[in-house]
């Protein structure tokens, strides 16, 4: 799908118009799509499993830093390419430091800043907060080329400090590869059929796993004796397994080395039994 043009301001009013930068959660429409945005490396547009639409990710750094908001428990929205709206307050920004803003290429139109993340997060007192999150390369914040790179970064970052919202940069150095590659993995067992979710299934599941630690068995082997015990097939006892890690009932060494099912049965500890969920079996 082609990409959008900006040459006058009554394009971006109309932009806007149209819900581009506005809404949360599922309602949410980024500035920027994959379409609209001529990437050097890699974009993804991907359906979220934390909040149900499309998101267009930009980069593989901007993936790998979305992996690791949606498995987090205290991140509750992602809202990605957020505007920084209204220009004129960006521009001011720009001038008072002596920054020149970013405009349209052939055109004088101030440019329509973005930052890459702005999140909804649960604070440990149960209160909910925004912070901003720019995800870049260690690369691209040293040498040359940075310079112009870090002015507009200094203009984001008073941007969200006028409006009182925590900003900060992420860089590649922030997670491992092997924690990219388990994520992304272990998202696609993010739920399971119904008939996988029952509870006592899953105390059993636990149950089992937990006695299989005496036995220097991988993780496939372990899995199918699992299934046998239980009377499920490999592949359900295999989605279970992933299923349980993702939602931290299980919980893993995720950032040292990937998860093979070729490998041993990682190290995991019961971070929490099933036990709220089958009350509220109990009561439907």
């Not at 547009?45 to 428990?73: A, M, N, P, T, W």
């Amino acid at each position: 799908m082609r990409g959008r043009r900006f040459a006058s301001q009554q394009d971006i009013e109309r932009h806007i118009a149209n819900g581009f930068g506005g809404g949360a959660g599922a309602s949410y429409v980024p500035w920027l799509r994959v379409q609209d945005v001529p990437s050097i490396g890699r974009s993804h547009k991907i359906q979220g499993v934390k909040v149900e639409r499309i998101h267009h990710l930009l980069s593989d750094l901007e993936r790998s830093y979305f992996l690791v908001c949606e498995f987090s428990e205290d991140v509750v929205d992602i809202r990605e390419q957020y505007p920084l709206l209204p220009t004129e307050r960006a521009q001011a920004i720009a001038t008072s430091i002596g920054v020149r803003y970013p405009r349209y290429p052939k055109t004088t139109l101030p440019y329509v800043m973005t930052t890459d993340f702005l999140l909804t997060v649960r604070e440990s007192n149960g209160n909910f907060k925004s912070v901003a999150r720019t995800v870049k390369y260690r690369s691209d914040l040293a040498g040359k080329g940075s310079k112009r790179t870090l002015e507009k970064l200094e203009v984001e970052r008073r941007f969200w400090q006028s409006q009182g919202v925590e900003w900060s940069i992420v860089t590649d150095e922030f997670f491992t590869p092997n924690l990219i590659k388990n994520l992304g993995m272990l998202r696609k067992y993010s739920k399971l059929p119904r008939d996988l979710m029952k509870v006592q299934l899953h105390v059993n599941f636990i149950e089992c796993l937990e006695r299989s630690k005496d036995y220097p068995w991988t993780l496939a082997t372990c899995l199918r004796k699992i299934a046998a015990r239980l009377s499920i097939s490999y592949i359900d006892a295999q989605g279970i397994f992933f299923y349980l890690v993702w939602n931290k009932v299980l919980k893993i060494d995720l950032v040292s080395a990937p998860l093979f099912l070729t490998g041993l049965v990682p190290d995991f500890e019961v971070f929490q039994m099933p036990v709220q969920a089958s009350l509220k079996e109990k009561m439907s």
